[in-house]
């Protein structure tokens, strides 16, 4: 693990957004440093989506500052968060099952040599990435369509690699996947934070959270309700923050074992 130090890669100050009379965001502040995994939760409608979409350019925020390497930068449309070096990874994946590995590495920056595209080299590339991050295909030919859930979401998770981004953000990856496939996901996450990239983990399974998370930050009605670093928290004190109280069932169950060990 990347010891977390120094200017935050990216940061949020102020950050707030507006649908109409519904504020989605208020006030939101998050730190992301390279090196290091930021898990993102929070209950269904706590603004997690809205967050991640204002950081990738599809919202621009109605108030507060986005910071790249310490300087604000305006991020109008999803080209210019890739371009600053941000890479999303959505949870529907928009992989194309007719294309091969390969096809959906490169879907968009297909590599040409002499105006032909450069079928070797992308081939040669997809390879290296993949061996890089010790992914585990059968063939870099293979269809998408043949793939485990898994597989398809490490794909994925490759593609947004190709731009060479220093952080990347992931929409519950391990959402409808099973035991061995979540932890091959989350040994690719673990991965990124070694090779320096700072990752912004969006889960509801805190499970997940709790395994590769360094740093948890939690939303509650579209603000902020607490900045954990994993080392200090327990599951116990993450969820009483989602849920905005104390008393919940995770706590009283916990507080049943106890009496009944006294």
């Given at each position: 693990?990347?010891?977390?130090?120094?200017?935050?890669?990216?940061?949020?100050?102020?950050?707030?957004?507006?649908?109409?009379?519904?504020?989605?965001?208020?006030?939101?502040?998050?730190?992301?440093?390279?090196?290091?995994?930021?898990?993102?939760?929070?209950?269904?409608?706590?603004?997690?989506?809205?967050?991640?979409?204002?950081?990738?350019?599809?919202?621009?925020?109605?108030?507060?500052?986005?910071?790249?390497?310490?300087?604000?930068?305006?991020?109008?449309?999803?080209?210019?968060?890739?371009?600053?070096?941000?890479?999303?990874v959505y949870q529907d994946l928009a992989l194309c099952d007719n294309l091969d590995v390969v096809g959906n590495l490169f879907l968009g920056r297909e590599l040409k040599r002499f105006s032909v595209l450069d079928e070797v080299g992308m081939e040669k590339r997809s390879r290296e990435l993949l061996d890089t991050l010790s992914i585990r295909i059968p063939s870099v030919r293979i269809p998408i369509a043949s793939l485990s859930g898994g597989q398809r979401q490490v794909v994925a998770i490759a593609r947004a690699l190709i731009g060479r981004p220093k952080v990347v953000m992931l929409d519950e990856p391990t959402?409808?996947?099973?035991?061995?496939?979540?932890?091959q996901v989350l040994d690719l996450v673990e991965r990124l934070r070694d090779q320096g990239l700072g990752v912004i983990l969006i889960s509801h399974n805190m499970a997940d959270v709790m395994a590769v998370a360094d740093t948890v930050a939690v939303l509650r009605l579209g603000r902020n309700n607490g900045v954990f670093a994993k080392s200090d928290t327990n599951q116990e004190e993450i969820i009483s923050a989602i849920t905005g109280a104390t008393d919940n069932a995770v706590t009283r169950r916990q507080a049943r074992g106890t009496e009944g060990t006294s």
């Open positions: 693990m990347v010891a977390v130090t120094g200017e935050p890669v990216l940061a949020l100050r102020g950050v707030s957004k507006r649908f109409g009379a519904v504020q989605a965001l208020t006030d939101i502040e998050l730190e992301v440093h390279s090196g290091s995994v930021v898990a993102l939760v929070g209950d269904n409608g706590a603004g997690k989506s809205t967050l991640v979409k204002a950081i990738a350019g599809v919202h621009q925020p109605d108030e507060g500052t986005i910071e790249w390497d310490g300087r604000p930068v305006t991020i109008h449309r999803p080209q210019d968060a890739q371009h600053l070096g941000i890479a999303t959402a409808a996947l099973g035991v061995e496939q979540t932890a």
